[in-house]
C-alpha cells in the first residue's frame, strides 16, 4: 500500500522560504511531482521529478522553487524561495504509478494514481 505524507508546510512574509518534504512508504520511485491548490482555483501542478533526476516546473514557480529527492530516504522535497502571495494554497505530493518518467502532461493531475493529504502554505504580504 502506498502512502505520501507531506510536511513542512507553514505561513511566511513574502520573500520568505520553506521546504516542504513528501515521506513515501511502499512505492517504487517513478516520476513524482508537488501540485498545489487555493480555493476556488484548479489542482495545479507546481515541479516533478523522475528516477533519472530529471525535473519539471511551472513557469510561474521556475528559478524560484528546486524538487528534489533523496531515494535512500525515499522522500521528495519542493524548497521554495522567494515566496509570494500568490503561492498561497494547499500543497499536495503525487506519484505515478508504473512510470520511471514524467511525461510531457506531467502538470495533469490525472497523471498521478497516489496522493497525500496535502500541507498549507501561506504567504503574507
Known amino acids: 500500500q502506498v502512502q505520501l505524507v507531506e510536511s513542512g508546510g507553514g505561513s511566511v512574509q513574502s520573500g520568505g522560504s520553506l521546504r516542504l518534504s513528501c515521506a513515501a512508504s511502499g512505492y517504487t520511485y517513478g516520476c513524482m511531482g508537488w501540485f498545489r491548490q487555493a480555493p476556488g482555483k484548479e489542482r495545479e501542478g507546481v515541479a516533478a521529478?523522475?528516477?533519472?533526476?530529471?525535473?519539471r516546473y511551472a513557469d510561474s514557480v521556475k528559478g524560484r522553487f528546486t524538487i528534489s529527492r533523496d531515494s535512500t530516504r525515499n522522500t521528495l522535497y519542493l524548497q521554495m524561495n522567494n515566496l509570494k502571495p500568490e503561492d498561497t494554497a494547499m500543497y499536495y505530493c503525487?506519484?505515478?504509478?508504473?512510470?520511471?518518467?514524467?511525461?510531457?502532461?506531467?502538470?495533469?493531475?490525472?497523471?498521478?494514481?497516489?496522493w497525500g493529504q496535502g500541507t498549507q502554505v501561506t504567504v503574507s504580504s
Open positions: 521529478i523522475a528516477r533519472d533526476g530529471s525535473t
Open positions: 503525487a506519484a505515478r504509478r508504473g512510470y520511471t518518467y514524467c511525461s510531457g502532461s506531467w502538470y495533469g493531475s490525472s497523471e498521478y494514481a497516489y
